[in-house]
């Protein structure tokens, strides 16, 4: 079965760092480009960007330009979203998401980041 | 940027129909895709490229698209789709290539 594995709630102070991890299974982790998609509380989904998995070039989306990484570890099939000097408006989930046509085919379960003095 | 409206919320009686529109200008010539997204889950998808289901999701689930608006139609309507319905389309003219709309929450009665 194919699957989008992400890692655990994190909690986090203003002005810190977390890295988010979300690894393939089930596929060739090559062939599709990995998205992120924030979702605040109580909100509507916002796209991100992307990382093309072949070249590890990032594409990020209006607003997600530099505190927001993204990174790749091709060895074992994982993708990072990695966000530096955390606000507390970075409070959401931070879900990945497979692409395929222009449409997002398979999505993790998403990772609850909790910014919190 | 693309900009995509959706009603808020839409309300309808088990076994009956629900439709939830996406608007946009001209929404006819972008491809239009549709999710599921439960409560405390991740968004499932339900409709791609206007009108195809994915392997598993019900007949019931439909789409379509014709002018400024496209609609996700449900018929017979179950507790179990109480959920909120997201659109998205791709606009490659912007920055904010893929673009959701804002969201429907559907209450079953």
């Known amino acids: 079965q194919v699957h989008l594995v992400q890692s655990g709630s994190e909690l986090k102070k203003p002005g810190a760092s977390v890295k988010v991890s979300c690894m393939a299974s089930?596929?060739?982790?090559?062939?599709?480009?990995i998205n992120w998609v924030r979702q605040a509380p109580g909100q509507g989904l916002e796209w991100m960007g992307w990382?093309?998995?072949?070249?590890?070039?990032?594409t990020y989306g209006q607003g997600f330009t530099g505190r927001f990484v993204f990174s790749l570890d091709t060895s074992v099939g994982t993708a990072y979203l990695q966000i530096n000097g955390l606000k507390a408006d970075d409070t959401a989930v931070y879900y990945c998401?497979?692409?395929?046509?222009?449409?997002?085919?398979?999505w993790g379960r998403g990772t609850l980041v909790t910014v919190s003095a | 940027s693309y900009v995509v409206t959706q009603p808020p919320s839409v309300s309808v009686a088990p076994g009956k129909t629900a439709s939830i529109t996406c608007g946009g200008d001209?929404?006819?010539?972008?491809?239009v895709h549709w999710y599921q997204q439960r409560t405390g889950q991740a968004p499932v998808l339900i409709i791609s490229?206007?009108?195809d289901r994915p392997s598993g999701i019900p007949e019931r689930f439909s789409g379509s698209s014709s002018g400024d608006t496209a609609t996700l139609t449900i018929t017979r309507v179950e507790v179990g789709d109480e959920a909120d319905y997201y659109c998205?389309?791709?606009?490659?003219?912007?920055?904010?290539?893929?673009?959701f709309g804002p969201g429907t929450k559907v209450t079953v009665l």
């Open positions: 998401a497979r692409l395929w046509n222009w449409y997002f085919d398979l």
């Open positions: 089930g596929y060739s982790f090559s062939n599709y480009y």
């Open positions: 990382i093309n998995t072949k070249t590890g070039e990032p």
């Open positions: 001209n929404i006819v010539t972008k491809s």
């Open positions: 490229y206007e009108s």
């Open positions: 998205q389309v791709w606009d490659p003219s912007s920055d904010h290539a893929y673009v």
